[in-house]
Structure formats: C-alpha cells, structure tokens
T-cell receptor, first 107, second 115 residues
Framework: EDQVTQSPEALRLQEGESSSLNCSYTVSGLRGLFWYRQDPGKGPEFLFTLYSAGEEKEKERLKATLTKKESFLHITAPKPEDSATYLCAVQAGQLTFGKGTKLSVIP | ETGVTQTPRHLVMGMTNKKSLKCEQHLGHNAMYWYKQSAKKPLELMFVYSLEERVENNSVPSRFSPECPNSSHLFLHLHTLQPEDSALYLC??????????????FGQGTRLTVV
C-alpha cells in the first residue's frame, strides 16, 4: 500500500527564517511526486512535479528536491504570505496524499 | 472563467435532504475526480472519471452518487447523509487519465455541513 508521511505537522517560522518540510514515501513504481499549497477553506494549488531522484524545481522562495525515499520543500527567507498548509502527493496507481504541514510565518 | 469551478461553496443540509454538488472544468482535461477532505486526515479519493467513464470507486457509501454527463462537468448527488460526512469536498481534473504522471488541478471546494 502506498504511504506518504509529512513532517513536521506544524511549523512556525519567523519572517526570513529558512527551513525545510519533509515528505517521505513508500510506493511501488513512482510516476511522480507532487507538491501543493492549500490556504484555509480553499482547494490545493499545484506547485511542483518531480519525477526522478536528483531532480530539483524552484519557484520564488520555494525549492523542491527528490530522493528515492523522500522529498524536501525548502523555503528560503519566508514571508507571512507563505503561510499555508503544504501537501505532498505521490502518483503510482492513483494519487496518494500526505496529511500536510501547516506553515505559519510570523512577521 | 478558467480552471475548476465548484458550486455551491458552502452547503448545510439535514440528514433527510437531497442535494447535489457541481463541478465544471475549463481546462480541456480528460479526467475528473471527487475528493473528501476531513480535519487531520489526508485527502481521500472518492470517485474518478476518465473520458466520462467511471474508472474507480474507492468503496464510497451509496449515499454518495456521482454523475459525469460530459468531460467538463461532474456532479456529486447526496442523500440521507450522516453528520460524519461533514467535510470539504474537492473536485479536481487532470489532462491524462489516473495512473499517469499528470498533475491534478483542484477547485475551491464545497464546505458541507450535515446537521
């Protein structure tokens, strides 16, 4: 059974304090790993797709990396508007989501 | 309009009511999905339609009934729900069928409260 575990569950950062979110996975035949951002009461917003170990993608202050067992979402010098829940999902037969990391960035 | 649009955004219904959730995608995608999101739980896949045919039903109770009349529209018909069915219901679409390496795009969701 495909499994996705995200850590930490919640993270509070001061504005400008860089950190990383973790997504570890167990899946047979990974076809893609996806990162989404979700604001309260809204649907997830697509951020990145990673396909193979060693791949990296960047968007503004966010950088996603992938190894054979986990993915990291690095946040550099975060701002309050980066506060959201970040979801990781893996695609094998179907899309399996983790529970997410709730990020709060304090001014 | 662009993207994936869901209506209504909020719905309160009694356990004996019948209601429907609507989803429309303007992306020209071939697959559409219903997900349930409850507090402290991962998104749960409920139904998948690919080219208007249901390809997956993850053992969802029969009080939830999907309908996909064409590749742009998806409905979720609700009847005799239970309070534990209260959740955020999300619709999504993807270019390619499930099982391929294609990202899904989500609507804003319908917040359902069963009283």
């Amino acid at each position: 059974e495909d499994q996705v575990t995200q850590s930490p569950e919640a993270l509070r950062l001061q504005e400008g304090e860089s950190s990383s979110l973790n997504c570890s996975y167990t899946v047979s035949g990974l076809r893609g790993l996806f990162w989404y951002r979700q604001d309260p009461g809204k649907g997830p917003e697509f951020l990145f797709t990673l396909y193979s170990a060693g791949e990296e993608k960047e968007k503004e202050r966010l950088k996603a990396t992938l190894t054979k067992k986990e993915s990291f979402l690095h946040i550099t010098a975060p701002k309050p508007e980066d506060s959201a829940t970040y979801l990781c999902a893996v695609q094998a037969g179907q899309l399996t989501f983790g529970k997410g990391t709730k990020l709060s960035v304090i001014p | 309009e662009t993207g994936v649009t869901q209506t209504p955004r909020h719905l309160v219904m009694g356990m004996t009511n019948k209601k429907s959730l609507k989803c429309e995608q303007h992306l020209g995608h071939n697959a559409m999905y219903w997900y349930k999101q409850s507090a402290k739980k991962p998104l749960e896949l409920m139904f998948v339609y690919s080219l208007e045919e249901r390809v997956e039903n993850n053992s969802v109770p029969s009080r939830f009934s999907p309908e996909c009349p064409n590749s742009s529209h998806l409905f979720l018909h609700l009847h005799t729900l239970q309070p534990e069915d209260s959740a955020l219901y999300l619709c999504a679409s993807s270019q390619d069928p499930p099982g391929t390496d294609t990202e899904a795009f989500f609507g804003q969701g319908t917040r359902l409260t069963v009283v």
